[in-house]
């Protein structure tokens, strides 16, 4: 662990404040009434004329991608001057350091902030350690501040109490001889999640940042549908509110104490218009190259917020969205993985306290990995792969070329239905009676890639690598669903909550359907065209369905398949995926990726 400036010290005390050991901390209260160094940034800089600009560095959806991510998950695409595109292989904690290290000089006013989801569905170098590499690494980026994201919650609030206050893992200890987890230098900030016996917030709902007369106030929100796609023990005993009263609460009480200048930190996002993470998102209009929740919530909230950096979405964008009085207001997304940062300009009035919202500027930058790495980085990353190499460079099976999941190009990604064969084979062994299986696409995290990663070889998959694909150690379930059930279920993956961002689920071999895109909602589902081995399926009949346990909680707004009867729990998802790679893959017989040719897309 990197020692401690004064200034991470007296953030290390107010931070212990913050959270509960047991996961529940009453803190409304506390946070107002933290000392004013314990809230003091760690950059200096002279007082200056009416106006300074502030700088906002700010990032979303780290997921533990210490290492550069793989193949077109660690690619970010690119327009260039000539109207064509390319893509740029951008990410991994040593390039971000730089970056951010970087764009920091001569900058005597400035702050760095995330969005969520920095922690959970992290690659093995970081998960297999409980994510305590990825906070040690944030510590040393000099992250000032972050909201939690859905992701924060995988294990549970606990659990998320130890990664701010620090102390050993209550099951498998401390990671390295003589070391004990300090925790996160930084705030989490969860202003909207409350314990439901007492009502108060489980961490600070905000913080503020201060220097030379300065000051600006962060709130921090994940979005009010997490418990609909965290497994319900990593939600007990917590309720979620809405993001947009919450935001406006928090502002209210920011304003009574003379912070004028407000910035929301919020873990849901938008869909742009373009992949490209330099596109116009203003054009023809503000706010015009993006859709999805983070437009109406952005719109909802108070005046009182100058700037609202996102996520969730795992997209790249900086518009400007009017608020409820019409103004526009700065709002950024940085992709995910570490690939992009967010410098966003605030001139601050030391007069009105208060953020000058024309001169509000913000652009994404690309974490490139042709400039130098962070020595520090590259030695923590070194530290823990050297824990990790027993069990991570373990070979697993073979593949005869990449195979994309989180990377694919189309809904349904071959590497979902790689998973989705896996679970279906892992689960005729336990019940020959079943008969297809359903892999949610949130579930998968990355590709697999041909290339080696290390010294295994080419098309050799690594137990390492099939982690960072399966993080989240569910359980291959098996139940009982009717035909009605599985076409309803079929139907959710567009209609409902799920309508505005599809989530198309990956079948196993023998499951087809036409999916028309041209419909809306439910409709879009060709009922007629979905059959099971060529057979029509039978809405009166009963079928055997495998899934992970997160999906049978229905989890990700399928509720139909969390009806299923007659439960059978099978063995994790991971070990399920790796058994089906060894059984069915040899170095002179590799596993071809899949052709995703089960749901034909009518767009």
Known sequence: MTQLTPHRTRRRAASRILAAAAGFA???????????????????????????????????????????PAGSSGQVTENLPDG????????????????LRTARKSHPYSVTA???????????LSG??????????????DLDVTSVGNHEFDEGATELARMQNG????????????????????????????????????LAPYWVWKHNGVKIGFIGVTLEGTPDIVSADGVKGLKFHDEIETVNKYAKILDKQGVKSIVTLIHEGGVPASGSYNYDCDSPSGGAGISGPIVDIAKGISPKVDALVTGHTHNAYVCTIPDPSGKPRMVTSASSYGKLYTDTTLTYDRRTKDIVRTSVKSANHVVSRTQPKAADMTALIGR????????????????????????????????????????????KILDPKTSLALMNP???????????????????????????????????????????????????????SNEASPKILQPSAGLTYTLDMTKAGAARVVVDSIKLNGAAIDPAATYRVAM?????????????????????????????????LTANSSATSPIAPPKADRITIVK
């Open 26 to 68: 009453t803190v409304g209260a506390l946070v107002a009434a933290l000392p004013a160094n314990a809230t003091q940034d760690r950059h200096h800089g002279g007082k200056g004329g009416r106006t300074v600009d502030v700088q906002l560095l700010s990032f979303n959806d780290f997921h533990g991608n210490l290492e550069p």
């Open 84 to 99: 064509t595109t390319r893509k740029v292989d951008a990410g991994g904690v040593e390039y971000l350091a730089t970056s």
């Open 114 to 124: 995330a969005a969520g989801d920095l922690i959970g569905a992290s690659p093995l």
């Open 128 to 141: 297999l350690f409980h994510d305590e590499p990825t906070v040690e690494a944030m510590n040393k980026l």
């Open 167 to 202: 102390g050993c893992h209550p099951k498998d200890g401390c990671f390295e001889d003589g070391k004990k987890f300090e925790g996160a230098d930084y705030p989490y900030l969860a202003a909207n999640v409350t314990n439901e016996k007492t009502g108060k917030p489980i």
């Open 384 to 427: 823990w792969n050297k824990l990790a190499a027993p069990v991570a460079n373990q070979p697993v099976g073979y593949i005869s070329a990449d195979i994309p999941g989180r990377g694919a190009t189309s809904p349904e990604e071959p590497l979902g239905d790689l998973i989705a064969d896996a679970q279906l084979a892992h689960a």
């Open 442 to 496: 949130g579930g998968v995290r990355s590709d697999l890639v041909y290339k080696a990663s290390g010294s295994e070889g080419d098309g050799v998959v690594t137990y390492g690598e099939g982690f960072t694909v399966q993080p989240f150690s569910n359980t291959v379930n098996l139940v009982d669903l009717t035909g009605a059930q599985v076409i309803t279920a079929l139907q959710q993956q567009v209609s409902g």
């Open 548 to 580: 992970n346990s997160f999906l049978a909680g229905g989890g990700d707004g399928f509720a139909a398949l969390g009806q299923g009867k007659n439960p059978l729990v099978g063995s994790d998802d991971l070990k399920a995926f790796n058994d089906y």
